[in-house]
């Protein structure tokens, strides 16, 4: 579908500016998001990946290895013989500013390099052995010429590569080419399998328990009644789905690849491959085990796979971390979307890298920290920013950018006992537990209650063969449910929640336990299956008006990624790029620190950028690719800043 999509709907787009809602945006829209069905993420890494790109219509040389990407036009790309591309990379040729639709092409030329979490936009080009260092944003016009390196956001040159400073690549036999794409085809297909394992058992169990804890019937009671009963029926079946995934992952990972030590092997190894079936496993479990970040489970997930945490260390959703490679002192914290410690590829070798987070030390939101990273105790890497070379850095410091600068001072909340923030007491242990337990096991058994009353209710029209009346009631089913999951979210947010307001919480109290399950639950149930397909229509921002976000008319949002919805105000006809968004929290110091953000009118926020709270951007200001705005900043009227942090700018 993906491929068809890509190859039908977005032929003959080229580069240039179309207007917004019109034929060529609704054609582009459309096979965006039926990109977002093709489970990309399994080939990720492989030769295979680059096969799937060049069936969408990229162009892509050989001998090239890429991490993961976003790319949002494929016919407008062109990938060299011999690139390296990293981890969540978004190569975003399209996007959206000033009522029009802004398509270029991006190239990168043989040889080059382009590292994990970069943001590239159209209209740039990396020439051969150019080099784009890791959470860097090249913005539209950009160009880096031969043997460059340019880093930071926005990106600029440092120096020019020298003779022979990259390793020459190692050989490789097509006869080994062709035995790994074999080994990645029957990797995918092992990991897409793998985790309806443990969903047999759990349907035994609700089976098992229907009749005689009770007895769910959509025709006596109704089918949204009928959901909530299997609901809970498969409450214990949740449970067991979960606790088998993550025990699945973690026996497939140590069977396939033994403790790994620091050190360079070639991309066409079987070390590289045996690590790539390995983390393939680890990423897809994801799915599954979602509701398990961020919460006091997380840290037995990943000493599971190998990792050592400390005592009352946090981690939420990191993203490409080595298990082996990894250690969290006591008392650290991990937020959302941190880049920890991913391998580094080039020139067909793989290096990897221990990673060490020091006792206390806070990696913030979106956050880059290279493999290889020491940071000392009670540092601080604040949000977007890249952590500096382990021989900067001093105990105590704070570090902000990318390139990151040391802050002489940063704000501390006190007033609040360690009981509460780094040291709790074994009932608050309890009492989280217990409500993070609930909001793991939660949308899980919403998803197979739905299941159990549309599988039933379909039965009947199965059995009578008629096919397209079947294939007519799925669709009309799935669109109930992605309603439904979306309206509980809503109820279940006024109902726990109300109203957000500005205030500062320490970490162990039940206010911040119920906050952070509200999200989880937004992001696992609400967004994958219903606010993800409105993404770029203009029926998203009325559904976020439901859950208290303010916005004005007339308003672009590619994006779901808010939190705290009440304290968040869009001016009309602003624009808000992908994976950019206003970020009302932060947990500093263990406390939860909650702010307003009031976006002007006509504000455009470019790719991957973030604003952070108690922050008022005025009418008609223009924010480029992978920009932070600093909390408590005000950006005046109709003016332009790029840059982590946000610096004035001239698009």
């Given at each position: 579908?993906?491929?068809?999509?890509?190859?039908?709907?977005?032929?003959?787009?080229?580069?240039?500016?179309?207007?917004?809602?019109?034929?060529?945006?609704?054609?582009?829209?459309?096979?965006?998001?039926?990109?977002?069905?093709?489970?990309?993420?399994?080939?990720?890494?492989?030769?295979?990946?680059?096969?799937?790109?060049?069936?969408?219509?990229?162009?892509?040389?050989?001998?090239?290895?890429?991490?993961?990407?976003?790319?949002?036009?494929?016919?407008?790309?062109?990938?060299?013989?011999?690139?390296?591309?990293?981890?969540?990379?978004?190569?975003?040729?399209?996007?959206?500013?000033?009522?029009?639709?802004?398509?270029?092409?991006?190239?990168?030329?043989?040889?080059?390099?382009?590292?994990?979490?970069?943001?590239?936009?159209?209209?740039?080009?990396?020439?051969?052995?150019?080099?784009?260092?890791?959470?860097?944003?090249?913005?539209?016009?950009?160009?880096?010429?031969?043997?460059?390196?340019?880093?930071?956001?926005?990106?600029?040159?440092?120096?020019?590569?020298?003779?022979?400073?990259?390793?020459?690549?190692?050989?490789?036999?097509?006869?080994?080419?062709?035995?790994?794409?074999?080994?990645?085809?029957?990797?995918?297909?092992?990991?897409?399998?793998?985790?309806f394992l443990p969903i047999f058992p759990a349907f035994?169990?609700?089976?098992?328990?229907?009749?005689?804890?009770?007895?769910?019937?959509?025709?006596?009671?109704?089918?949204?009644?009928?959901?909530?009963?299997?609901?809970?029926?498969?409450?214990?079946?949740?449970?067991?789905?979960?606790?088998?995934?993550?025990?699945?992952?973690?026996?497939?990972?140590?069977?396939?690849?033994?403790?790994?030590?620091?050190?360079?092997?070639?991309?066409?190894?079987?070390?590289?491959?045996r690590k790539w079936l390995a983390n393939q496993i680890?990423?897809?479990?994801?799915?599954?085990?979602?509701?398990?970040?961020?919460?006091?489970f997380a840290p037995i997930w990943y000493r599971l796979?190998?990792?050592?945490?400390?005592?009352?260390?946090?981690?939420?959703?990191?993203?490409?971390?080595?298990?082996?490679?990894?250690?969290?002192?006591?008392?650290?914290?991990?937020?959302?979307?941190?880049?920890?410690?991913?391998?580094?590829?080039?020139?067909?070798?793989?290096?990897?890298?221990?990673?060490?987070?020091?006792?206390?030390?806070?990696?913030?939101?979106?956050?880059?920290?290279?493999?290889?990273?020491?940071?000392?105790?009670?540092?601080?890497?604040?949000?977007?920013?890249?952590?500096?070379?382990?021989?900067?850095?001093?105990?105590?410091?704070?570090?902000?950018?990318?390139?990151?600068?040391?802050?002489?001072?940063?704000?501390?909340?006190?007033?609040?006992?360690?009981?509460?923030?780094?040291?709790?007491?074994?009932?608050?242990?309890?009492?989280?537990?217990?409500?993070?337990?609930?909001?793991?096991?939660?949308?899980?058994?919403?998803?197979?209650?739905?299941?159990?009353?549309?599988?039933?209710?379909?039965?009947?029209?199965?059995?009578?063969?008629?096919?397209?009346?079947?294939?007519?009631?799925?669709?009309?089913?799935?669109?109930?449910?992605?309603?439904?999951?979306?309206?509980?979210?809503?109820?279940?947010?006024?109902?726990?929640?109300?109203?957000?307001?500005?205030?500062?919480?320490?970490?162990?109290?039940?206010?911040?336990?119920?906050?952070?399950?509200?999200?989880?639950?937004?992001?696992?149930?609400?967004?994958?299956?219903?606010?993800?397909?409105?993404?770029?229509?203009?029926?998203?921002?009325?559904?976020?008006?439901?859950?208290?976000?303010?916005?004005?008319?007339?308003?672009?949002?590619?994006?779901?990624?808010?939190?705290?919805?009440?304290?968040?105000?869009?001016?009309?006809?602003?624009?808000?790029?992908?994976?950019?968004?206003?970020?009302?929290?932060?947990?500093?110091?263990?406390?939860?620190?909650?702010?307003?953000?009031?976006?002007?009118?006509?504000?455009?926020?470019?790719?991957?950028?973030?604003?952070?709270?108690?922050?008022?951007?005025?009418?008609?200001?223009?924010?480029?690719?992978?920009?932070?705005?600093?909390?408590?900043?005000?950006?005046?009227?109709?003016?332009?800043?790029?840059?982590?942090?946000?610096?004035?700018?001239?698009?």
């Open positions: 579908v993906a491929v068809i999509s890509s190859r039908l709907l977005l032929r003959g787009i080229k580069a240039g500016r179309y207007p917004l809602w019109g034929v060529t945006y609704f054609r582009w829209w459309l096979a965006d998001r039926l990109h977002q069905i093709a489970p990309a993420y399994l080939l990720s890494g492989s030769s295979l990946y680059n096969a799937d790109l060049r069936a969408m219509g990229a162009h892509v040389g050989e001998d090239v290895v890429i991490g993961s990407v976003t790319i949002r036009q494929p016919h407008l790309l062109r990938i060299g013989d011999g690139v390296s591309i990293g981890s969540n990379v978004n190569l975003e040729n399209v996007r959206v500013e000033r009522g029009e639709l802004v398509v270029g092409a991006i190239d990168i030329g043989p040889e080059g390099y382009v590292g994990s979490y970069v943001v590239m936009e159209g209209d740039t080009a990396i020439a051969s052995y150019g080099r784009l260092e890791g959470l860097a944003a090249l913005a539209r016009g950009g160009r880096i010429s031969e043997r460059e390196i340019w880093d930071g956001s926005p990106a600029r040159f440092v120096r020019y590569q020298k003779c022979g400073e990259r390793p020459v690549r190692p050989p490789v036999t097509q006869v080994r080419r062709i035995g790994e794409s074999l080994f990645f085809a029957g990797g995918a297909a092992l990991t897409s399998v793998l985790f035994v169990l609700i089976d098992a328990l229907e009749g005689r804890v009770l007895e769910p019937s959509f025709e006596e009671h109704g089918y949204v009644l009928a959901v909530f009963e299997y609901a809970l029926l498969a409450i214990p079946a949740s449970a067991l789905l979960i606790v088998g995934t993550a025990l699945i992952a973690a026996a497939i990972r140590w069977a396939v690849l033994p403790k790994l030590r620091p050190g360079t092997w070639p991309v066409h190894s079987n070390l590289y491959c680890q990423v897809a479990s994801l799915h599954v085990l979602h509701g398990v970040y961020a919460t006091v796979l190998g990792a050592k945490i400390g005592r009352h260390a946090e981690i939420s959703t990191a993203m490409g971390l080595i298990p082996d490679m990894l250690t969290l002192g006591d008392e650290s914290f991990i937020a959302d979307a941190v880049m920890l410690g991913d391998e580094e590829v080039d020139g067909g070798w793989m290096s990897i890298d221990y990673t060490v987070i020091g006792r206390r030390s806070f990696v913030g939101n979106g956050a880059y920290v290279p493999d290889g990273t020491t940071l000392p105790s009670d540092v601080l890497i604040g949000v977007q920013s890249k952590a500096p070379k382990s021989e900067m850095m001093q105990p105590g410091q704070t570090w902000v950018g990318s390139p990151a600068i040391s802050l002489p001072s940063r704000e501390i909340l006190t007033g609040f006992p360690e009981s509460l923030t780094f040291r709790p007491s074994t009932w608050r242990w309890i009492g989280r537990a217990l409500v993070e337990a609930m909001r793991i096991v939660m949308p899980l058994s919403l998803i197979i209650g739905a299941g159990y009353v549309i599988v039933l209710s379909l039965m009947p029209v199965a059995e009578e063969e008629a096919w397209l009346t079947l294939v007519f009631d799925l669709g009309v089913a799935g669109i109930y449910y992605g309603v439904g999951c979306f309206l509980f979210v809503v109820a279940l947010k006024w109902r726990l929640i109300g109203r957000y307001t500005l205030r500062a919480t320490p970490m162990w109290t039940p206010f911040v336990w119920t906050s952070e399950a509200l999200t989880s639950v937004y992001e696992s149930i609400a967004v994958p299956n219903f606010l993800e397909y409105l993404r770029g229509t203009p029926m998203l921002p009325s559904m976020l008006r439901l859950m208290g976000v303010r916005i004005g008319r007339d308003v672009y949002m590619d994006t779901t990624d808010i939190t705290e919805f009440d304290c968040v105000q869009i001016g009309g006809r602003s624009e808000l790029n992908a994976w950019s968004g206003p970020q009302t929290h932060l947990f500093e110091d263990r406390v939860m620190k909650i702010g307003r953000i009031q976006i002007g009118e006509r504000v455009t926020l470019g790719i991957r950028s973030t604003v952070l709270y108690d922050t008022v951007i005025g009418d008609g200001v223009l924010l480029g690719p992978l920009t932070l705005v600093m909390k408590g900043e005000k950006l005046p009227p109709d003016s332009a800043w790029s840059g982590s942090p946000a610096q004035s700018w001239t698009s």
